[in-house]
């Protein structure tokens, strides 16, 4: 429970974009600003107004502005000190005689001895005012923070400038902080984990259906949750995305796997391709192994300096130069972290550049129809040196005998 | 999860409601706004890139069976099984993918042929989107657009590129026209109550002394899964924790007396489900406890029972708290005693002071009276009834009262 927040390159990126603090208003940012994770979000999303915000002079001081009822989760989840500017009103009475533990008082201290702001605009304006930016340059993310709403803080604090900054946050975000690295670690393991318990139901009759439920039940009891998942048989696995996984499991199926969970917020994606029962026959293992040198050779070319778009094509080339002609994908992967995509995609017109503390996925999928799909994505993490791959299951067509 | 090919849209509603704003079609855009608009659609898109959303579904009036779904190539394996047979598709972007010379294909594989690789896309989601309005009749027409799912800018370039067109903000009145189930969404909704229920269950099972919150929260979790839905935020919290509610860190620990809370739900075909119960953990429960506990039953069973087709989700309120207040909670005050349940759980409409909304048969509420008392309990019970021609039906089957466990 704790803000992620990279301050390094925040400060960097700020100082950079001239901006004296940064409003984090959707889910994601709001939980890598202050470590705030509202189930209001989830709840009531398009109601929900939740604001985290920081400032240049002190960006490990998030104020955070949010309804009465996320008071909870601001005494759990936010660094020790967050201030919080709450709005709204909510009833809750207070036991009589009774030694309250440091919890209970925190929310009763918040919610019924602090004044409540009227609505979730003064709530934020107060919330940058105690941040020290009631005036200056702030950025905000304009996908959590309907333009209507941005006016009225304008109108309440005339003295501050608010600039739109999606791509800041995105920016900042593309270096992972240790305590991101952890998360996204740990995700990583538990779909792995799933994945093997998964295949391990593999019996005849059993069905897509059967191991994604399988997956999503060691995902859940890792603490983990599953977002979407694909496991698809035999020819199935041409088709991507099939809709209803009901097919059946049969002797000499290829299983095309892709998907990943999400734990406390960060997600993991990755890919493999099952054989359940018989020999690989020469001509797919063949495929296979294109696909492996060219998810190897873009995988070397994940050095800090290295453009996006030259890890996409030297990936592409190195899997048409071992046989696999022809081969086009519109990606070969993407960054990721408290989104799927998050920023970045291995593609040939994203021309951003590869720095040291990214975490990525690199993915080779080969889907035909008619016969089905070879699928390989594997988790990087790029050092100082080059990549470091993270994914611990076996790079090949892995054989279920039983 | 679910066989259904067909409509999700309530088409009485949709037409009163279409034809109240002067409007003669609508536009899907939102997940949840997408998914009924085209019954059943959960874009792979919007997992992996949620603030890229590039998928529609237009409804043109009375043509709720015929959608025209506008959504990149990878979306089309999923269309095929899930929307209705009717609907109209205008794809645009370009995937790479091979065809097996030798091989047969079948139904399936055949449609996704025919869309990814022999049919090219419109060049992006902007074109496709025009190509769709045009596709759907609407190019001269008043549409409803879903504006919580759709940028300015897209919206502006779309009017710039269709002059005839007219776009008005009708996210609020999807939601509205949501709000009245047909009973292939109470079908579903129903499905999701009763994972809940057997989640409640599965989790109860486990409690112990020293079991922790966490540890109930994952047993409820893996039921759910375990059971093809999708997971909600969950709360199960131990006596004084859960009069605070709302915790991020589930680290109450069980002990002979306490009472749990639960506060839970999950999803299934896109639709939500919530219940609210307390649970004895060996013990009597406290006389105080009990006392308010049976007011708050009181006034949620007053709420329930004063739910007719023509009542406002504001007379619902005042019922709900006079019931408690009579019921020996005088000083009992509350924002709203409930909600519509959907697609969303907060699917639009409060039972609260300031909600005007008629209540009409077929539409579904949560009514929950809690009572949040800091340093002591946190007393709450939940449940999902449907609004009937006569009156209202509960769905949710737990007990109304305190169970013993353990």
Request: hydrophobic letters at 40%; one cysteine or more.
């Amino acid at each position: 429970m704790t803000a992620h927040l990279n301050l390094e390159r925040a400060a960097r990126q700020l100082d950079a974009r001239e901006l004296d603090g940064l409003v984090a208003s959707t889910p994601e940012n709001v939980h890598y600003t202050s470590g705030l994770q509202s189930a209001s979000f989830l709840l009531n999303r398009y109601a929900a107004r939740v604001f985290a915000v920081v400032s240049r002079a002190a960006l490990r001081e998030p104020v955070v502005a949010a309804a009465l009822g996320d008071a909870p989760a601001i005494a759990d989840s936010c660094p020790p000190g967050t201030r919080a500017v709450l709005y709204g009103s909510i009833f809750k009475y207070v036991a009589e005689g009774v030694e309250l533990t440091p919890h209970e008082e925190w929310i009763r201290r918040h919610v019924l001895e602090t004044p409540a702001e009227p609505s979730s605009t003064s709530a934020l304006a107060q919330a940058l005012s105690d941040a020290g930016l009631a005036r200056g340059r702030v950025g905000y993310d304009e996908q959590g923070l309907p333009s209507q709403q941005v006016a009225e803080v304008r109108r309440l604090l005339p003295g501050l400038e608010l600039v739109p900054a999606s791509d800041v946050f995105r920016s900042i975000r593309a270096v992972k902080s240790p305590s991101e690295l952890e998360r996204l670690t740990r995700s990583l393991e538990l779909t792995e984990d799933a994945i093997e318990a998964a295949v391990a139901i593999a019996a005849p009759g059993v069905t897509e259906s059967d191991m994604m439920r399988e997956f999503a039940r060691v995902v859940a009891l890792g603490g983990g949750v599953t977002v979407a998942i694909d496991f698809s048989f035999g020819r199935r696995g041409g088709l991507g995305n099939p809709g209803l996984h009901d097919a059946e499991l049969q002797e000499g199926d290829l299983i095309r796997f892709d998907g990943g969970c999400r734990f406390d917020g960060y997600y993991s994606d990755i890919a493999r391709t099952f054989l359940y029962r018989g020999e690989v026959d020469a001509s797919v293992a063949a495929k296979y192994r294109a696909l492996q040198e060219g998810e190897t050779a873009a995988i070397d070319a994940i050095r800090p300096g290295t453009a996006f778009a030259e890890v996409f094509r030297i990936g592409v080339e190195a899997t048409r130069a071992a046989g696999l002609e022809p081969y086009g994908r519109h990606h070969i992967g993407h960054s990721i972290g408290l989104e799927i995509y998050d920023g970045a995609m291995i593609s040939a017109d994203d021309i951003s550049i590869v720095e040291s503390g990214m975490f990525l996925e690199v993915e080779l999928p080969y889907m035909v129809l008619g016969f089905g799909g070879l699928q390989l994505e594997d988790t990087v993490l790029v050092g100082d040196d080059g990549p470091a791959v993270l994914t611990r299951l076996d790079r090949d067509i892995i054989r279920i005998e039983e | 999860m679910t066989n259904h090919r067909g409509v999700l849209v309530n088409t009485t509603v949709a037409d009163r409601e279409l034809d109240a704003n002067d409007l003669a079609g609508l536009i899907g855009a939102t997940p949840e706004n997408l998914l009924y608009l085209s019954g059943g659609l959960e874009p792979t898109g919007h997992v992996v890139s949620k603030y890229t959303t590039n998928v529609f579904a237009i409804a043109p009036r009375g043509e709720y069976d015929a959608p025209v779904l506008v959504a990149g190539l990878g979306e089309m394996g999923q269309i095929r099984q899930v929307c209705p047979p009717g609907a109209r598709i205008v794809h645009f972007g370009s995937f790479t993918r091979y065809v097996d010379a030798d091989a047969e294909l079948d139904e399936h594989e055949a449609w996704v042929k025919h869309w990814v690789v022999d049919t090219p896309g419109r060049p992006n989601a902007l074109e496709a989107l025009v190509a769709g309005i045009e596709e759907a009749g609407l190019a001269s027409a008043r549409v409803g657009y879903d504006e919580r799912g759709m940028s300015p800018e897209l919206v502006a370039a779309v009017s710039e590129r269709l002059p005839g067109l007219e776009l008005v903000p009708a996210f609020a009145l999807i939601r509205r026209i949501r709000l009245v189930k047909t009973p292939e969404e109470i079908e579903r909704l129903t499905q999701s109550l009763r994972l809940t229920e057997e989640a409640i269950q599965a989790a109860l099972a486990i409690a112990a002394v020293g079991v922790q919150e966490e540890d109930l929260i994952r047993e409820f979790r893996m039921s759910v899964v375990g059971g093809g839905a999708g997971t909600l935020a969950n709360e199960i919290t131990f006596t004084r924790r859960a009069a605070t509610g709302g915790h991020a860190v589930q680290d109450g620990v069980l002990k002979e007396g306490d009472i749990i809370r639960f506060d839970v739900g999950c999803r299934v075909g896109g639709y939500c489900s919530d219940i609210a119960r307390l649970y004895a953990f060996r013990g009597d429960v406290d006389p105080r406890a009990q006392a308010i506990y049976d007011a708050m039953a009181a006034g949620e069973e007053r709420a329930m029972a004063a739910m007719r087709p023509g009542v406002t989700a504001r007379e619902i309120f005042h019922e709900a708290v006079e019931g408690v207040k009579e019921a020996g909670v005088p000083e009992y005050k509350r924002n709203h005693v409930g909600h519509a349940v959907g697609l969303e759980v907060y699917d639009g409409c409060l039972l609260a002071p300031g909600d005007e909304t008629v209540l009409e048969a077929g539409m579904t509420f949560e009514v929950e009276t809690p009572y949040y008392e800091i340093g002591f309990l946190g007393i709450q019970i939940e449940d999902t009834v449907i609004v009937r021609e006569d009156g209202h039906e509960m769905i949710t089957e737990l007990p109304r009262t305190i169970e013993r466990v353990g």
